[in-house]
């Protein structure tokens, strides 16, 4: 399979973790990828390039654009997936966090997509995959900041999606789940905290970095040609619950106690 040959990505935050394994599967399906990151990325290939990017800074951004452009003559796919996690309720959340959190996870894709779409346009449509998180669509304890600046990236993307239909140029949300990370990893380092985070995902477990990248080059390919301002959840069945209490369960323990 071959989805991508003759097509060029930019993915953000794509030196590791689930932007690494994007670029991963984007490269084995035939895309030339650039890298977007202020870390440069372990892996490396004939078609994987990198420019050292802080996405919050407007001219760092459009010079990635323009290199991708210079080297391989357009640009069909971009992937916002750089992002900073935050915890601390709002009384002690100092305001240079909430700044930073929104610098990084909102406002940068503001900057990405002004620089990339005209190139896009140019090239005749592509498609663009904000990388979310079930926190944007839900809130949690202590994460104000995050469950803000998702939020604010779900709606964005269907405002994108309404402006950039007519040019060819989709656009959806991705909104992983717990996927085990750098970011996420030490959240479920200790076993019993790890069943306390799993006890929550119907599936059982932990996503994984390639899970999400199947998902995103799904929505990056003409499989996807006809699906724009959809915002996908990929987090094993979380928000799919309500969140009241598994009373069946509870029957059957009380049943057991006898
Ligand atoms: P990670 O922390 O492992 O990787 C993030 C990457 O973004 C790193 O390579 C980092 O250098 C880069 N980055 C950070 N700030 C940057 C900046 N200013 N400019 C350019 N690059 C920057 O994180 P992970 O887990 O791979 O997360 C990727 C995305 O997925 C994020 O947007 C995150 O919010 C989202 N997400 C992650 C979940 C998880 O459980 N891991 C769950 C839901 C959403």
Redesign the pocket.
């Given at each position: 399979m071959a989805r991508f040959e003759g097509k060029v990505a930019i993915v953000?935050?794509g030196?590791?973790?689930?932007?690494a394994a994007m670029v991963a599967r984007l490269v084995s399906e035939g895309a030339k990828v650039m890298v977007?990151?202020?870390?440069a990325p372990d892996q490396t290939g004939e078609h994987i390039a990198f420019l050292t990017?802080?996405?919050?800074n407007s001219a760092d951004v459009a010079a990635v654009v323009s290199a991708a452009r210079e080297k391989w003559g357009r640009l069909d796919i971009l992937i916002n997936?750089?992002?900073?996690?935050s915890l601390g309720e709002t009384p002690d959340l100092e305001e240079e966090v909430w700044e930073r959190v929104f610098a990084?996870?909102t406002r940068?894709i503001f900057l990405t997509c002004k620089a990339a779409i005209p190139v896009m346009r140019d090239g005749g449509g592509g498609a663009i995959i904000n990388?979310a998180?079930?926190?944007g669509l839900l809130g949690d304890f202590a994460m104000g900041a995050y469950n803000a600046s998702?939020g604010a990236v779900i709606n964005y993307t269907r405002s994108l999606a309404l402006d950039c239909a007519r040019d060819g140029i989709r656009v959806n949300a991705l909104c992983?789940?717990?996927?085990e990370?750098?970011?996420?990893a030490p959240a479920v380092a200790d076993p019993i905290d790890r069943a306390f985070w799993l006890d929550r995902v119907p599936l059982g477990r932990s996503g994984r970095?390639e899970e999400m990248a199947a998902v995103a080059a799904f929505l990056a390919s003409d499989d996807a040609s006809y699906v724009t301002g959809a915002i996908l959840a990929a987090d094993g069945g979380v928000t799919a619950h309500t969140g009241q209490p598994n009373a069946p369960e509870r029957i059957r323990q009380r049943k057991l106690r006898g």
């Open positions: 953000t935050g030196s590791r973790g689930i932007g977007a990151d202020v870390n990017t802080d996405v919050t997936n750089a992002g900073i996690g990084i996870n940068a990388v998180s079930i926190s998702k992983p789940g717990l996927i990370t750098e970011m996420a970095p």
